[in-house]
């Protein structure tokens, strides 16, 4: 079981960036997907959420209206789509995939907000 994230980096405030996250080895398509991120001396943050069929996606407060989750089952794929950055987005965001009793993660992708 693998869980692989991508497309981290530094950006400047109100800028993009999408993040992608692969999975392989099982059935992505029956996983809820989960976007978490931790900053330095935080706990770790639920940030996103979309259902296996990807019928229900929920935001934190802090992120709606500026990030968009969304999956391609077809390509075992997740994504974070991350626009307006704001310098408190700055942390290393993992992707996360969960059934039931079973809970995947990815290694983490750093993502920096800064002028």
């Known amino acids: 079981v693998q869980l692989v994230e991508s497309g981290g980096g530094l950006v400047q405030p109100g800028g993009s960036l999408r993040l992608s996250c692969a999975a392989s080895?099982?059935?992505?398509?029956?996983?809820?997907m989960n976007w978490y991120r931790q900053a330095p001396g935080k706990e770790r943050e639920l940030v996103a959420t979309?259902?296996?069929?990807?019928?229900?996606?929920n935001y934190a407060d802090s992120v709606k209206g500026r990030f968009t989750i969304s999956r391609d089952n077809a390509k075992n794929t997740g994504y974070l789509q991350m626009d307006s950055l704001k310098p408190e987005d700055t942390a290393v965001y993992y992707c996360?995939?969960?059934?039931?009793?079973?809970?995947?993660w990815g290694q983490g992708t750093q993502v920096t907000v800064s002028s």
């Open positions: 996360n995939a969960k059934r039931f009793s079973y809970s995947w």
């Open positions: 080895a099982f059935t992505f398509s029956n996983y809820d």
């Open positions: 979309i259902r296996s069929a990807g019928g229900s996606i």
